[in-house]
């Protein structure tokens, strides 16, 4: 199978869902990489070969740079009712393409039911919303202390935008790395992450082309586990790149922000989180304990928002602690598309053995496990750990898995202070007595989205999304696509000749 076919067979291979080859996009073309090379994608529940994916370089970013830059000026020119056309055609089209991303999104992510249905949801609304972008990049009328001079201020698309997402929420997070920049004009270069070729990648160049977006607006290059660097390193130096937005783990982004600064080039940085849940005296502990499952364990823990450490209030954590661990043990576990799953497979064994070698060091080091703790290849099960030392990788690092962390606090403040120990800033949830004492708790917490009655795994597309510290600068959102994604620019225009000193 080859992706370079006409529309309607890259949509019977997609919906095969078996062997294919994903290719780079650029220019309108679907293309090997210049350097020949693949790798082949698995299933991560069956391990499986599922595609032959263009293993690219530096020279395809090249490339696919270059076609971005060509394809800008008529691009940020194109009226906005057509760019809004294309927008609210790409949702039909992945509307209509349900069933088969949802088959998709199983078998190269491991993503179950649930998830994969609010990543469709999400994408949808994320472009059916962004469709009013368009119209919404305005300017100002500036009063100007100059007689005859009149001052506006515009903005302007900003030119070749580098977009680099992850694998685990791979429709939306791809998604939400090229719909903002192309909505207000700009062109785009995507990078999908290794894990994630197709539903991070391929699949979006297909449902722009079905949608009419024009060749190099939107460019796609993929490359071998390993060799991302080759691709950004490219997207950093290249003067024509504007702009970067990237989504993935703390120690990356710090890597990219090192090389902008070199480059001088702005970031969107979303990074990694150790995402406090705050369980207080007074709570509902029924709703507590759903909240917190819901919260460690959707999608197996692989949200950056899933709430890592559990801190709850000395009055209710024995009661607390016992029905949570329950619950969490009768968690089904298994194939991803079997629809009663909700822990499936984690993304690759490296994945497995972080997770197994930190929940041993942490049991070595004295932890107690309340539920799971053994792992069950290819999957790891839903994990709950008390009376881990602050010290060990567990407490302190983001780890991606089905894995929480369970502290006892004597109250709330000891609570929120622990909470903001953390190195981390992205997402925090508050289960209060009522939404008054949660709010005051909010109020106090460091981290950039904030729950109260609610977990921390939360997004609208509408909303400011990113976090604070070491979870990086900048806002994902509908709402920010044009404070990020946009360059103001300062006109003036004098209505007679000026006065000048020599
Ligand atoms: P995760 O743990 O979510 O995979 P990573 O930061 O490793 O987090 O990956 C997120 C994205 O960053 C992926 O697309 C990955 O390929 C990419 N990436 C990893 N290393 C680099 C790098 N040195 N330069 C550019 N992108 C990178």
């Given at each position: 199978m080859t992706r370079s076919a006409a529309r309607d067979d890259t949509q019977h291979d997609s919906a095969s869902g078996g062997p294919g080859a994903i290719r780079h996009y650029i220019d309108g073309q679907w293309i090997d990489a210049a350097n020949g090379r693949t790798y082949d994608s698995h299933n991560p529940w069956t391990a499986a070969a599922i595609a032959t994916v263009a293993a690219g370089d530096a020279d395809d970013t090249h490339a696919a740079i270059d076609a971005a830059h060509r394809a800008f000026a008529h691009w940020s020119d194109t009226p906005p009712h057509e760019r809004q056309g294309i927008l609210l055609r790409a949702a039909d089209t992945v509307e209509r393409r349900r069933d088969e991303v949802m088959v998709l999104l199983a078998r190269e992510t491991g993503c179950g039911r649930h998830f994969a249905e609010v990543q469709i949801r999400f994408a949808v609304s994320l472009l059916r919303q962004s469709a009013a972008l368009p119209y919404a990049a305005t300017g100002q009328m500036l009063p100007s202390d100059q007689p005859g001079v009149s001052s506006v201020a515009v903005r302007r698309p900003v030119g070749v935008v580098g977009a680099i997402a992850p694998w685990n929420a791979s429709l939306i997070l791809s998604a939400r790395a090229i719909v903002g920049p192309l909505a207000v004009g700009n062109t785009v270069v995507l990078k999908p992450s290794e894990e994630a070729p197709h539903t991070g990648g391929a699949l979006w160049a297909e449902v722009f082309e079905q949608a009419g977006l024009p060749p190099g607006v939107l460019n796609v290059i993929t490359h071998a586990p390993g060799e991302a660097s080759f691709i950004g390193d490219e997207l950093l130096a290249?003067?024509?790149?504007r702009r970067i937005n990237f989504t993935g783990s703390t120690a990356t982004g710090r890597r990219l922000a090192e090389a902008a600064g070199r480059h001088l080039k702005r970031l969107v940085l979303q990074l990694g989180g150790q995402n406090p849940l705050l369980v207080l005296a007074g709570v509902d502990l029924d709703y507590a304990v759903n909240a917190a499952a819901y919260g460690a364990f959707v999608h197996q823990g692989q949200?950056?928002?899933?709430?890592?450490r559990i801190f709850v209030e000395e009055a209710i954590a024995a009661e607390f602690s016992e029905r949570f661990a329950a619950k969490v043990a009768g968690l089904p576990m298994g194939?991803?598309?079997?629809?009663?799953?909700v822990i499936g497979p984690v993304i690759n064994h490296w994945a497995l053995s972080l997770l197994t070698r930190r929940v041993e060091e942490a049991v070595e080091r004295g932890a107690r496990v309340l539920a799971g703790g053994v792992p069950a290849p290819p999957c790891y099960p839903a994990t709950v750990l008390t009376?881990?030392?602050?010290?060990v990788e567990l407490a302190f690092d983001e780890t991606f898995g089905p894995v929480v962390v369970l502290d006892v606090v004597g109250d709330r403040d000891e609570a929120v202070a622990r909470a903001n120990s953390s190195a981390f800033g992205l997402a925090a949830g508050v289960l209060a007595a009522g939404p008054q004492e949660g709010l005051e708790v909010a109020r106090q917490l460091q981290a950039g989205i904030i729950h109260v009655n609610d977990q921390p795994v939360n997004d609208e597309p509408r909303m400011p999304f990113g976090g604070v510290k070491d979870s990086g600068w900048g806002r994902f959102g509908v709402g920010f696509a044009i404070e990020e994604f946009t360059e103001p620019q300062w006109i003036t225009v004098r209505h007679k000749a000026r006065q000048f000193p020599f």
């Open positions: 290249n003067p024509l790149v949200v950056c928002m899933c709430a890592r194939d991803p598309e079997d629809p009663h799953t009376g881990v030392p602050d010290d």
